[in-house]
């Protein structure tokens, strides 16, 4: 058996045993959602980085730093930065006023189905945006490793764990899983960034200097190669007429997303206390910080050590990689044919390079290392996914409006369950078809779905008094609904129709929304549907439970404990 296969044997094997620890302990919703709040605030500032440093930044960022440089390491920062806003507005008050869901914010001020059927369904559709992307990085890395196992079975196998993780161990199981690969990941980081520093002799300049003489290309709109520049300048990926308003857009989502991801907020009702959920998000903000600033070292170090042309194998670009990577057997004969036309556009598998640069400084072991603390982050971060739209579901959706909130405890759960499987199989089966986008740039689409459809309202919610049920559903639905329907016709999905006529009937139409990230719009779209809802409407309950929410908020009278 090979050295990957090995260390992912015992990885999983270690996590099966907490899960059956776990599962003994699952005896009400309770502990299935919030593991009876026993979980310090040392303890889940370690989850919630291991919840956060997913795929997405270890094997995505890692590979847009190599391809795009300082615009890549914008992925970066906005990660980074979003904690204040976490810290800042929503750990403390969702604390005190929530018991396992966003919607039981909202319902303390708004009683109604409608409230809490619209904050279910902004959860479930953003945790399956979010696992996507989670999957798909399990299947590039597992791929790349075991090339006997297809990327679909890779999928498939990471999707079989997720969900015996959360189905039998629950909340427990997913918080221990969080720490335990948060600790992996910071570590095989910190080794691999040392290697990095190490082969330059341990000098940040002779690094740099190395860096800026890596350079990109810079094309058009119709592909063309317009100019060329280091990786340490900006405009290699954010460039031409709509860049800065896409780095823009990119910013937004990323910063205020953090504060409305349902699975970083249900962390905050794990712990026992406010004061716990604070110390939760220090201890997370001094462990994400220290993970980014080494990723620069990830992709620099991929991009100079690796080499660009050496990440990954040259596929086409555009929208017939999608058609490519599902239609395999006809790929050959549509590679020959767009290559000779000349209409090939070579895109490297910019999801691999932290794994290639494991390999090259450290030979087969160190991969086998890296990418079994890989596969550790994709399994621990998929579990709070999944625990988080099962929640939605049957907490939210069964137990408060099918059941009137009269619903018997074992039979939540079992719900709960049932609902893990099913977004579990979706998942896969979108994972699937979305094979070939960047994992980052996956998630950047998932922070702005959040940003959009949920942080407006959680903030109104706390802030205003007047914010009403008209204004949540306005806010919410419009958010949701314009952040997916931009993405859908934008460059990120649509692609751009190439002039060859033989695949013409392949590829979708040219983009009519120009941003990859639609944040820009979508978010002030939410805010201002919320506001002109609110205006539209008057509901004197909702103003009468503000005093009783911004006590309580602050205070942590009369919160869950």
């Known amino acids: 058996m090979s050295p990957v296969l090995v260390m992912f044997v015992i990885f999983v094997l270690f996590t099966l045993v907490i899960t059956a620890w776990a599962s003994a302990r699952i005896k009400s919703p309770r502990a299935f959602y919030s593991a009876n709040r026993s979980i310090s605030g040392f303890q889940n500032g370690w989850a919630i980085a291991g919840d956060y440093m997913s795929a997405a930044s270890f094997l995505g960022i890692a590979g847009l730093i190599a391809f795009f440089g300082f615009d890549g390491f914008m992925y970066s920062v906005g990660w980074l930065v979003a904690y204040l806003t976490v810290l800042l507005l929503v750990a403390e008050p969702l604390r005190n006023t929530g018991k396992y869901t966003m919607a039981d914010v909202l319902s303390f001020r708004m009683h109604g189905r409608g409230v809490r059927a619209v904050a279910a369904i902004s959860t479930l559709v953003i945790t399956l945006f979010y696992m996507i992307a989670q999957m798909v990085g399990a299947g590039v890395l597992i791929n790349q490793l075991v090339p006997n196992l297809s990327f679909d079975a890779a999928i498939i196998v990471v999707g079989a764990l997720m969900l015996f993780y959360v189905i039998f161990g629950g909340m427990i199981a997913t918080t221990w899983v969080q720490i335990i690969k948060a600790v992996l990941l910071l570590g095989a980081t910190i080794v691999l960034s040392f290697l990095v520093l190490a082969h330059f002799g341990f000098s940040l300049g002779n690094f740099f200097t190395a860096v800026s003489k890596i350079h990109g290309t810079v094309k058009d709109a119709a592909g063309h190669i317009i100019a060329t520049k280091s990786l340490l300048q900006p405009g290699l990926r954010y460039n031409g007429h709509w860049g800065p308003l896409d780095l823009i857009s990119l910013g937004l989502a990323l910063v205020l997303g953090t504060a409305g991801l349902p699975h970083i907020l249900m962390r905050f009702y794990t712990v026992p206390s406010a004061k716990a959920a604070r110390t939760s998000v220090a201890w997370a903000m001094i462990l994400i910080g220290a993970f980014y600033v080494m990723t620069t070292f990830l992709g620099f170090g991929a991009a100079t050590i690796v080499g660009k042309d050496n990440i990954g194998a040259h596929i086409t670009g555009g929208a017939a990689i999608r058609y490519i990577t599902t239609h395999p ?185 120009p941003l990859e990230n639609p944040g820009l719009v979508s978010i002030p779209l939410g805010f201002l549907a919320a506001i002109l809802g609110t205006f539209l409407a008057k509901d004197a309950e909702a103003e009468g439970n503000f005093a009783q929410l911004t006590v309580r908020a602050n205070t942590g009278l009369g919160a869950e404990v």
């Open 329 to 513: 057997k006809e790929a050959p004969a549509l590679n020959a044919k767009l290559k000779r036309d000349g209409f090939i556009v070579p895109v490297k598998n910019n999801n691999a390079s932290a794994l290639l640069l494991a390999q090259s400084l450290g030979g087969e072991l160190f991969l086998a290392f890296i990418a079994a603390v890989a596969f550790a982050t994709i399994l621990a971060v998929v579990a709070g996914l999944t625990i988080a739209a099962s929640s939605a579901f049957a907490h939210d959706i069964w137990l408060n409006i099918v059941r009137g909130g009269t619903g018997h405890e074992r039979e939540q759960v079992r719900v709960a369950r049932l609902t893990a499987a099913g977004i579990g199989v979706l998942a896969i089966l979108l994972a699937i078809g979305l094979k070939s986008l960047n994992v980052a740039f996956l998630v950047g689409l998932a922070f702005a779905v959040a940003a959009s459809a949920n942080v407006p309202v959680i903030l109104l919610t706390l802030m205003w008094k007047r914010f009403n049920r008209t204004g949540s559903i306005a806010g919410m639905l419009t958010g949701l609904i314009s952040s997916l329907v931009l993405i859908a016709i934008s460059p990120a999905v649509m692609g751009i129709d190439p002039p060859e006529a033989a695949v013409r009937h392949l590829i979708q139409a040219a983009p009519l929304f």
